[in-house]
T-cell receptor, first 111, second 115 residues
Framework: DAKTTQPTSMDCAEGRAANLPCNHS???????VYWYRQIHSQGPQYIIH???NNETNEMASLIITEDRKSSTLILPHATLRDTAVYYC????????????FGQGTRLTINP | DVKVTQSSRYLVKRTGEKVFLECVQD?????MFWYRQDPGLGLRLIYF???????EKGDIPEGYSVSREKKERFSLILESASTNQTSMYLC??????????????FGSGTRLTVV
């Protein structure tokens, strides 16, 4: 797995955009970047993934830099239910694509 | 809605007992995984399986074994439970081959306490 680095914790006001950064400077050209989140006492939930282009779905947007060494997950209008630990992962392309979870970023949305 | 179902949400077992944690997915996924999660240590991979009757050790397989007799079911076995196996256990599955397009689906977890 490419090593990923995320801030330990972040705060964001309810209704504002939450921007969660991730560094993955050792990522190889064909490795995707995945984002998952884990709300307290639940299993992790897939959010979004991307390779080179920016991606958007109903949950979030993913912005990947041109050199692919970093990315940002954007929750456009954060709600209290978005409080969770967010994991950025870059698994290897071969094999069972097993995910290795780091410590993630603990995002707290404040009212 | 696709699902990964873990048989128990909470479980309390005694030291030395043989413990079975069951996981069933209804998505016809080839790959299935067992993780444990502990405070400060994050999620750690115990075992995974590519296909029926196939299994591979993860990062912390000691004290555990697995069984995959049917595609939809992946069981984690604690042969002789110990207190250091008290943890949250999470099962996940993903499509084989094109797994990277769709990501993993996780179950809700089983919180096991060994006393």
């Amino acid at each position: 797995d490419a090593k990923t680095t995320q801030p330990t914790s972040m705060d964001c006001a309810e209704g504002r955009a939450a921007n969660l950064p991730c560094n993955h400077s050792t990522i190889s050209g064909n490795e995707y970047v995945y984002w998952y989140r884990q709300i307290h006492s639940q299993g992790p939930q897939y959010i979004i993934h991307g390779l080179k282009n920016n991606e958007t779905n109903e949950m979030a947007s993913l912005i990947i830099t041109e050199d692919r060494k970093s990315s940002t997950l954007i929750l456009p209008h954060a709600t209290l239910r978005d409080t969770a630990v967010y994991y950025c992962i870059a698994p290897p392309i071969q094999g069972a694509q097993k995910l290795v979870f780091g410590q993630g970023t603990r995002l707290t949305i404040n009212p | 809605d696709v699902k990964v179902t873990q048989s128990s949400r909470y479980l309390v077992k005694r030291t030395g007992e043989k413990v079975f944690l069951e996981c069933v997915q209804d998505m016809d996924h080839e790959n299935m995984f067992w993780y444990r999660q502990d405070p400060g240590l994050g999620l750690r991979l115990i075992y995974f399986s590519y296909d029926v009757k196939m299994k591979e050790k993860g990062d912390i397989p000691e004290g555990y074994s697995v069984s995959r007799e049917k595609k939809e079911r992946f069981s984690l076995i604690l042969e002789s439970a110990s207190t250091n196996q008290t943890s949250m256990y999470l099962c996940a599955s993903t499509i084989g081959g094109s797994a990277l397009k769709y990501g993993y689906t996780f179950g809700s977890g089983t919180r096991l306490t060994v006393v």
